[in-house]
């Protein structure tokens, strides 16, 4: 097992552990969660060695061997296979040494060779590249050529192939397509090890952790269950310590005025030293925190178009290499749409050229006269001046604005006091991304372009977005691994695959089960199924696209109802809450309270008519799609 007894570990001035402890048991596949900075990679420095605690005890059986995941990928003209081959040190070991033995030692060393399975390592290799979404003809190219996204990819498909009973996995999601990362959950349930994963992402979380430890402050806390089961007991635990604190808190004050009351009589003086006493030992209970650090605002345009944008007959692609073809798609005010399809399909081609940042190679682009675009990917972090600040980035984009009202907005996306006039060259990926946001949401977009948002940003900033993006009424088009976000913010995906793009006929789960068998699939039956002719191929993509126009006025009218149902459930919970209050039918508020009970009635009729018309719209589009 792995033990830490009484860790205190400083980085700096900074404390990142005090006096912590934690038991971790072997074959636990264990969650390891905090916020950005909070000393999570840290401790897997401690865990492998590389340094040591300012006081305490950290044990790691000294059998057990450890494979961890580089966060960084020297350029080399080694290939790809060969570079995830490297992973299994033994193997590599043996395999030289078979070359040139002699004699009685090549029987032995044949038999360990085979022993560690050293026979099908290649096999081994292959499979993990094939998972990791790296198509055959990359396996033989150099570690150099590829980018540093697919260079982690190639780091954790390394860290896989050693043999090991201690995993440590840092962030291994981020680069990760929802393919890779579901292909990546089954071989990581499978692995019988140890495992120690470092993510911010909650759906990776719950498919993979059977234990939760988090940093909180300076301690560290064990938590039994995935993701959700954490979250529901640190819900309990909150809950608990919140009412501890509230009854401790009327104590202290029965005492403090008893003791102001009393001390100066003699008759009393004696029990009014008790009571000081009782204070002075009394162990003082914190009150219980749970809100987020962040409280995001997505402000949208008042002024749209419908639609808001369309392409027509579109060919997409770069430098007159097309990607896409025959794409036909519109996007309407208030439409959420999520983007499915493995890397390098073509999502973020897609997303480019709506955004008008990628010119179309044949078609046309038609954008509403009040089209306002937001658009957030990964490389317009770069752009950032890192010589600014963020209040700087704010004002020059609205010179106008006051600079309260610049800090007043950058304090919900985390930059107060002093963060929002520091210089962005000092600012984490996180930071960087959360500026990005910020810099669009102060523009009032009424459609948003999102590519991978959630990289480099911990849980509560996903959170944090999830819930601004429930409540931004503008549309959305999101491409992200992260499936709680998708699940929470999106009402239709479509897919991209096979150069062209189609609507996907259902969720998540599906996609899920469908992206598996895809990795079951014989490699000659997936050749097979993309050799469709073209004009095959041209033929089905038109009547998809007609199809798919017929039946947007009817999903739109589905997702408005939705959208409604949900509002009007929010009105009345928050209206029954009041009713709960006992002071709401004292006499004097009688009107009041015939006010809350007539608005009662008419939301529910309203609900329920809207979910009558739900009903029949749903019908209707099942009928429809057969």
């Given at each position: 097992?792995?033990?830490?007894?009484g860790v205190?570990?400083?980085?700096?001035?900074?404390?990142?552990?005090?006096?912590?402890?934690?038991?971790?048991?072997?074959?636990?596949?264990?969650?390891?969660?905090?916020?950005?900075?909070?000393g999570?990679?840290?401790?897997?420095?401690l865990?492998?060695?590389?340094?040591?605690?300012?006081?305490?005890?950290?044990?790691?059986?000294?059998?057990?061997?450890?494979?961890?995941?580089?966060?960084?990928?020297?350029?080399?003209?080694?290939?790809?296979?060969?570079?995830?081959?490297?992973?299994?040190?033994?193997?590599?070991?043996?395999?030289?040494?078979?070359?040139?033995?002699?004699?009685?030692?090549?029987?032995e060393?044949?038999?360990?060779?085979?022993?560690?399975?050293?026979?099908?390592?290649?096999?081994?290799?292959?499979?993990l590249?094939?998972?990791?979404?790296?198509a055959?003809?990359?396996?033989?190219?150099?570690?150099?050529?590829f980018?540093?996204?697919?260079?982690?990819?190639?780091?954790?498909a390394?860290?896989?192939?050693?043999?090991?009973e201690?995993?440590l996995?840092?962030?291994?999601?981020?680069?990760?397509d929802?393919?890779?990362?579901?292909?990546?959950?089954?071989?990581?349930?499978?692995?019988?090890?140890?495992?120690?994963?470092?993510?911010?992402?909650?759906?990776?979380?719950d498919?993979?952790?059977?234990r939760i430890?988090?940093f909180?402050?300076?301690?560290?806390?064990?938590?039994?269950?995935?993701?959700?089961?954490?979250?529901?007991?640190?819900?309990?635990?909150?809950?608990?310590?919140?009412?501890?604190?509230?009854?401790?808190?009327?104590?202290?004050?029965?005492?403090?005025?008893?003791?102001?009351?009393?001390k100066?009589?003699?008759?009393?003086?004696?029990?009014?030293?008790?009571?000081?006493?009782?204070?002075?030992?009394?162990?003082?209970?914190?009150?219980?925190h749970?809100d987020?650090?962040?409280?995001?605002?997505?402000?949208?345009?008042?002024?749209?178009?419908?639609?808001?944008?369309?392409?027509?007959?579109?060919?997409?692609g770069?430098?007159?290499?097309?990607?896409?073809?025959?794409v036909?798609?519109?996007?309407?005010?208030?439409?959420?749409?999520?983007?499915?399809?493995?890397?390098?399909?073509g999502?973020?081609?897609?997303?480019?050229?709506?955004?008008?940042?990628?010119?179309?190679?044949?078609?046309?682009?038609?954008?509403?006269?009040?089209?306002?675009?937001?658009?957030?990917?990964?490389?317009?972090?770069?752009a950032l001046?890192?010589?600014?600040?963020?209040?700087?980035?704010?004002?020059?984009i609205?010179?106008?604005?006051?600079?309260?009202?610049?800090?007043?907005?950058l304090?919900?996306?985390?930059?107060?006091?002093?963060?929002?006039?520091?210089?962005?060259?000092?600012?984490?990926?996180?930071?960087?991304?959360?500026?990005?946001?910020?810099?669009?949401?102060?523009?009032?977009?009424?459609l948003?372009?999102?590519?991978?948002?959630?990289n480099?940003?911990?849980?509560?900033m996903?959170?944090?977005?999830?819930v601004?993006?429930?409540?931004?009424?503008?549309?959305?088009?999101?491409?992200?691994?992260?499936r709680?976000?998708?699940?929470?913010?999106?009402?239709?995906?479509?897919?991209?695959?096979?150069?062209?793009?189609?609507?996907f006929?259902g969720?998540?789960?599906?996609?899920?089960?469908?992206?598996?068998?895809?990795?079951?699939?014989?490699?000659?039956?997936a050749?097979?199924?993309?050799?469709?002719?073209?004009?095959?191929?041209?033929e089905?993509?038109?009547?998809?696209?007609?199809?798919?126009?017929?039946?947007?006025p009817?999903?739109?009218?589905?997702?408005?109802?939705?959208?409604?149902?949900?509002?009007?459930?929010?009105?009345?919970?928050?209206?029954?809450?009041?009713?709960?209050?006992?002071a709401?039918?004292?006499?004097?508020?009688?009107?009041?309270?015939?006010?809350?009970?007539?608005?009662q009635?008419?939301?529910?009729?309203?609900?329920?008519?809207?979910?009558?018309?739900w009903?029949t719209?749903?019908?209707?589009?099942?009928?429809?799609?057969?």
């Amino acid at each position: 097992m792995i033990q830490l007894s009484g860790v205190r570990l400083a980085r700096g001035p900074r404390i990142l552990l005090e006096d912590a402890s934690l038991t971790l048991h072997t074959g636990e596949h264990v969650g390891i969660i905090g916020a950005n900075g909070c000393g999570k990679s840290t401790m897997f420095s401690l865990l492998r060695g590389e340094m040591h605690a300012d006081a305490g005890d950290v044990s790691v059986p000294p059998a057990w061997r450890i494979a961890s995941m580089a966060q960084e990928v020297a350029a080399s003209d080694r290939s790809a296979l060969d570079f995830v081959l490297d992973g299994d040190t033994e193997y590599r070991t043996l395999e030289a040494r078979m070359e040139h033995a002699e004699g009685a030692e090549i029987g032995e060393l044949h038999a360990r060779f085979g022993a560690i399975d050293g026979y099908r390592a290649p096999m081994r290799a292959h499979e993990l590249l094939d998972g990791l979404g790296f198509a055959p003809q990359d396996r033989l190219r150099a570690v150099r050529e590829f980018s540093g996204g697919w260079r982690i990819r190639l780091a954790l498909a390394r860290t896989l192939m050693c043999p090991s009973e201690l995993m440590l996995l840092d962030e291994p999601t981020n680069h990760l397509d929802i393919d890779a990362l579901v292909w990546l959950e089954a071989w990581l349930q499978r692995y019988p090890g140890t495992l120690l994963i470092i993510s911010h992402d909650r759906e990776f979380l719950d498919n993979v952790a059977t234990r939760i430890v988090s940093f909180e402050g300076t301690k560290l806390s064990a938590w039994r269950g995935n993701y959700s089961a954490f979250e529901l007991q640190r819900a309990e635990r909150i809950a608990a310590q919140q009412g501890a604190f509230e009854k401790q808190q009327t104590r202290i004050a029965e005492i403090e005025r008893f003791v102001a009351r009393f001390k100066a009589k003699a008759t009393k003086a004696r029990q009014a030293q008790s009571r000081v006493k009782e204070l002075e030992r009394m162990t003082r209970i914190a009150p219980a925190h749970i809100d987020s650090p962040f409280s995001l605002r997505l402000p949208c345009s008042e002024k749209v178009s419908t639609p808001l944008l369309t392409v027509a007959r579109a060919t997409l692609g770069h430098a007159g290499a097309p990607i896409l073809s025959g794409v036909e798609i519109g996007i309407m005010p208030g439409e959420r749409t999520g983007l499915l399809g493995a890397n390098g399909a073509g999502k973020s081609t897609l997303i480019r050229s709506i955004a008008g940042e990628l010119p179309l190679l044949a078609g046309e682009r038609h954008a509403g006269e009040h089209l306002r675009v937001g658009y957030f990917a990964q490389h317009q972090l770069e752009a950032l001046d890192h010589s600014a600040s963020p209040l700087l980035h704010v004002q020059r984009i609205s010179k106008e604005a006051s600079e309260q009202s610049i800090r007043d907005f950058l304090g919900g996306y985390g930059f107060h006091g002093e963060q929002a006039t520091a210089t962005v060259g000092r600012f984490s990926g996180g930071e960087q991304a959360r500026l990005a946001l910020a810099l669009i949401a102060w523009r009032k977009p009424n459609l948003l372009l999102l590519d991978e948002p959630t990289n480099h940003l911990d849980l509560e900033m996903r959170h944090a977005l999830t819930v601004a993006l429930q409540e931004y009424p503008g549309a959305v088009l999101l491409v992200s691994h992260d499936r709680h976000l998708l699940k929470n913010t999106v009402d239709a995906f479509w897919l991209v695959q096979d150069g062209c793009v189609r609507e996907f006929d259902g969720d998540l789960e599906d996609y899920r089960k469908l992206s598996l068998e895809r990795h079951r699939s014989a490699p000659d039956a997936a050749a097979g199924s993309a050799a469709t002719s073209a004009p095959a191929a041209r033929e089905n993509r038109r009547s998809a696209a007609e199809r798919r126009e017929q039946l947007r006025p009817l999903k739109q009218r589905i997702a408005t109802l939705e959208r409604q149902m949900e509002k009007h459930q929010q009105e009345l919970r928050a209206l029954e809450e009041r009713l709960a209050d006992p002071a709401i039918y004292e006499n004097s508020r009688s009107a009041e309270l015939q006010q809350l009970l007539r608005t009662q009635g008419t939301l529910r009729q309203q609900l329920e008519e809207n979910e009558e018309a739900w009903l029949t719209a749903s019908e209707e589009l099942e009928r429809e799609t057969g």
